[in-house]
Structures are given as structure tokens and as C-alpha cells.
């Protein structure tokens, strides 16, 4: 039973729930894919923060969106 | 100072203040009970994403839920 | 599938199987009781660090244990 | 590319986005100074819990704030 | 600059390098074909355990694979 | 009781305990600066990775490390 978090930036409202299925089966199916399991058990968790909860290099996504 | 982090779906609203206590409590006791340390100093965190934000085998749990 | 992650520090040796097996069991029981879901599909992932890699009030638990 | 993940209480309303710049800074210059690399790549995220949804030694800080 | 963390067994010895490669350039496709971001930038950390220090329904996986 | 992991690659034999207190020590400092806490009670983790099982951008650290 593989476990799969994805945490990302919430921008322009978010992942739509059709991004997020998308996401969970093309996860699934590439783990299954390589690794000959998982398929039926993998999990897999979307957590999105918003741009100054998320820094890169120093700065805020918030401020580098800005640039 | 052990850390102790749980990830769920939020469904029926979510877990309750006490059910949350409850996790707390017993997961801590269980910890102490086990391994003789971490009684006063365990740390847990609990965490609650939406059905869509969560998948089990390719799937969203809100599609598996309406299975 | 909730998932829940434990991670301390790796000492005298580390958990034994026995221990692992009991944390395992305990913390399931203790979500199955308080939620009423997850006995069967609860998922439990032990990480242990070295003291070195593992700090506590600004200070490694290597030193801490020293004093 | 080094991950920072930061988990803290959502206190007083939660951390303002000047102290969140404060920390993503900081943390990625502590990192950048000790390890000579990360000063451009870094990636740092903050998530803050509410104190129902965080436990101390078997009790929520809800709980022991009311101490 | 999505952050992806596998958490797996360690079975059979391991994942191999080729198999660690093929996760980690499927996984930042698949995100990259949804959400048309995070090709060049999408961080993806791939970590075992043993099947001692993982449980699923309250077992762990070592008595799980015996059964 | 704020919690913060650390996650990087394992390079050049990985990070010396001198190098550990000092993030350790650094990253404690700056969150009880900016936030007024935490200087007694803060977690810190940290975890390294070989190159193989850390990837950006689609490629492991192992092959961006040969360009």
C-alpha cells in the first residue's frame, strides 16, 4: 500500500476536481506501471497551501509571482 | 519527543473536539504503554482533506464513496 | 485509508519487531474505536533518526542525552 | 533542492504573511550558511493546525491553553 | 515547485535506479500534462521502509506477506 | 511545540553532526525570532536521501549531478 502526497500552490482557485482525479489515476497508473503493484491500494493525498504559506529560494510564491 | 502525524478524509463534517481528544489520548497512551517514553512529550498532529483531495486505487474516495 | 506516520529517534538500538507490531496494533485499534472505520485499512509507516538528526529546544537529542 | 515542511499551531488568527516571509528567509539563509548550497533552490512550506488538531503529551493545546 | 514524497516498502531489495527513474519522470508528466506547470521544477522524494515498520489493517506488512 | 523536517539529498557522505547542531540550532532561533515561541519546544527533523531516490524536474539528483 504505497502512499503518495502531492502539496502544490493553490493558484487561480485551486485544482478542480476533475484535475484531481486526473492526478490520481495517472499517479496510480504510473506507479502500478514500474513497480508491478499498487494498483488496487496505492493512496494518494493532495494538499494545497496558499502562495505565502510556499517559499522558494528565499521569497514567497506570493512575491515571485509578482516579478 | 516523538511525532505522530495523521491524515484522513474529512466526512460527516469532520471528527469532532472530542474524537480528536480521543485520538490524542490513545494514540500517546499507546506510544508510552510500548515503548516507556513520550507520555509527557508526544506530539501529534491530525489532519483532514476533502474526499476529492484523497485517492485509494486510481480513485477520489468522494467516487469510491458513491460506489 | 487514513494514514498515520510516527517518527522518533532511533534508541538503543531501535524498536524491536515486537514493539513495531504493538505500535501497529495499538494505533489502529485506538482510530477503529474512536472513528468506527479504518481496522482494515488503516496504513502505519515508523521512521526512526539518529539522535544526531533530531532536535528538540534548538539542541540535537545526541546532546541531550548527554546532559 | 532541500524540502523545509514547518507544522505549527494556528494561533492568534495564525502567522501574519510578513512572518511568513520572515520564516521562508530565515530558514532558507540558515540553510544556505550551514550547507553552501539551497540559497536559490530551496522549497519551504508552512501549515498551520488548529489546536483541536494538536496534541501534547496526550492533550489537545486547546486544552492545555486553557491551563 | 510541487513537492511529490513516495512512501513504499522495501521489498524484493528495493526499487532499482531505472525503477526510481521511471517514478520520478512519469509522476512530474502526469502533473505536467494536468496542470500544465511544474515540468522543469516539480520535486519528487522516493523513500522505503522495511515491511517491519509498516502496517495496514493493524498488521505489519512482514506477518501480512507471510499469510 | 511547532514541528519542522528537513529533507534533502545525501551528498559528499551526507551532513556532519556539526552541520546538524548548527541547522538544528538556526532554524530553532529564527522561528522563536519571528514568531515568540517555540525557542524551547521546537522539533526539528532531518532526513537525507541518496540522489537516486530524489528527483527535479523529471531527472534524479544522480544524473542532473553528471551534467
Redesign the interface.
Known amino acids: ?9 493553490k493558484e487561480d482557485g485551486g ?1 478542480t ?1 476533475e ?13 502500478a ?3 508491478g503493484r ?12 496558499d502562495t ?9 510564491v ?2 515571485l509571482r509578482k516579478k
Open positions: 500500500m504505497p502512499i503518495l502526497n502531492l502539496t502544490m500552490t485544482a476536481p484535475q484531481k482525479k486526473a492526478l490520481i489515476a495517472g499517479f496510480t497508473n504510473v506507479f506501471d514500474v513497480m499498487g494498483a488496487k491500494t496505492m493512496v494518494v493525498t493532495i494538499q494545497e497551501l505565502d504559506s510556499y517559499g522558494i529560494g528565499g521569497e514567497t506570493t512575491d
